[in-house]
Every structure is written in C-alpha cells, then in structure tokens.
C-alpha cells in the first residue's frame, strides 16, 4: 500500500480508538506498527527499532 493511503486509513483507525472507552489494542506486524509510531511523530526509526518476534509496543493517550 503507498504511503498515502496507508496515513488515510492509520488516521481513520486511531481516530476510532481514540472513541472507544477502555484499551484498545492493535494488532499487526512489526513493520506496520513502527509505521503507526512514524505517523504518530517518532522520528529516525530503523529496521533495530522494530519489534521482533512477539514483540508489543504500548502508546498511551494518543
């Protein structure tokens, strides 16, 4: 998917999980989330920032 569509959608989701009352949780693969953490503002992530195998990464209050 190119860059533009994935931020579409990412934005779409996010905004959704900002709505709902509790843990949201999303589940992915390791790229798609430092993808999510780029969109998010981090900044200079490489391929030693992804999360591995079975691997989570918590964002609060987004």
Known sequence: MDADRFQILAEK????????????FIISHDGTI????????????????????????TIRNV
């Open 13 to 24: 989701l996010l905004e959704w999980c900002r709505q709902q009352s509790g843990n949201t």
């Open 34 to 57: 430092s993808n999510y953490r780029m969109l998010l503002g981090e900044k200079e992530l490489t391929k030693s920032d992804f999360l591995g195998e079975a691997g989570q990464y």
